[in-house]
Nanobody, 124 residues
Framework: QVHLVESGGGLVQAGDSLRLSCAAS????????MGWFRQAPGNEREFVAN????????SIVDSLKGRFAISRDNAKNTVYLQMNSLKPEDTAVYYC?????????????????WGQGTLVTVSS
């Protein structure tokens, strides 16, 4: 069993920055990667970014490159999502996920565990 605890969401103004955190605990041995997804009201859950836990390589959706970045802290077993220059369209529930599947992909279907989600609201 893997437990993911997310934090860092909140209400901010357009142009502000936030850093989301996701700490993993439990049976994390063999984990292939972790990622961030988001779901806005009325929309499908979509991929944001992920990190390969074995190689430290990262991937981020093209539309968010330059504003968002993913990173990790091995000592804390935590993954972060740095969000800069936030826009109202970034408003969504952001979910952390962990995968034990190979190959590691950006598909939400490849994620085996999910956090509870943290709400990010960006006002204009």
């Amino acid at each position: 069993q893997v437990h993911l605890v997310e934090s860092g969401g909140g209400l901010v103004q357009a142009g502000d920055s936030l850093r989301l955190s996701c700490a993993a605990s439990g049976s994390t041995a063999g984990m292939s990667g972790m990622g961030w997804f988001r779901q806005a009201p009325g929309n499908e859950r979509e991929f944001v970014a992920n990190i390969n836990w074995r190689t430290d390589s990262t991937s981020i959706v093209d539309s968010l490159k330059g504003r968002f970045a993913i990173s990790r802290d091995n000592a804390k077993n935590t993954v972060y999502l740095q969000m800069n220059s936030l826009k109202p369209e970034d408003t969504a529930v952001y979910y952390c996920a962990a995968s034990f599947s190979l190959p590691f992909t950006t598909s939400l279907h490849g994620m085996d565990y999910w956090g509870q989600g943290t709400l990010v609201t960006v006002s204009s």
